[in-house]
Nanobody, 120 residues
Framework: QVQLVESGGGLVQAGGSLRLSCAAS????????MGWFRQAPGKEREFVAA??????STDYADSVKGRFTISRDNAKLFLQMNTLKPEDTAVYYC???????????????WGQGTQVTVSS
């Protein structure tokens, strides 16, 4: 079992930035494709960004392209969020799947989520 924990969420004004992190307790994430999803109240979970197990490829939802950057090292996954908008407000979830590429959308493991609130 892979236990994922997100951190870095909070309250920020529109136009501001946040950096989310995701880590697996007690093990490396180097063999896992990773992704970020988000879910706003009353809405379905939506894809945000993904990165291949090697870190060589990335993919983004159109709504965040050019504003968000997904990256990774041997221990953590990151999501740099710039030029935040009120519509980015959601619970953000980290996900992992063994050997996953940037186009992977089915993930095996999920974190508990971290709240991001963007005020106008």
């Amino acid at each position: 079992q892979v236990q994922l924990v997100e951190s870095g969420g909070g309250l920020v004004q529109a136009g501001g930035s946040l950096r989310l992190s995701c880590a697996a307790s007690g093990r490396t994430l180097s063999t896992y494709g990773m992704g970020w999803f988000r879910q706003a109240p009353g809405k379905e979970r939506e894809f945000v960004a993904a990165i291949s197990w090697s870190g060589g490829s990335t993919d983004y939802a159109d709504s965040v392209k050019g504003r968000f950057t997904i990256s990774r090292d041997n221990a953590k996954l990151f999501l740099q969020m710039n030029t935040l908008k009120p519509e980015d407000t959601a619970v953000y979830y980290c996900a992992a799947v063994r050997g996953g590429g940037a186009r992977t959308r089915q993930f095996e493991y999920w974190g508990q989520g971290t709240q991001v609130t963007v005020s106008s």
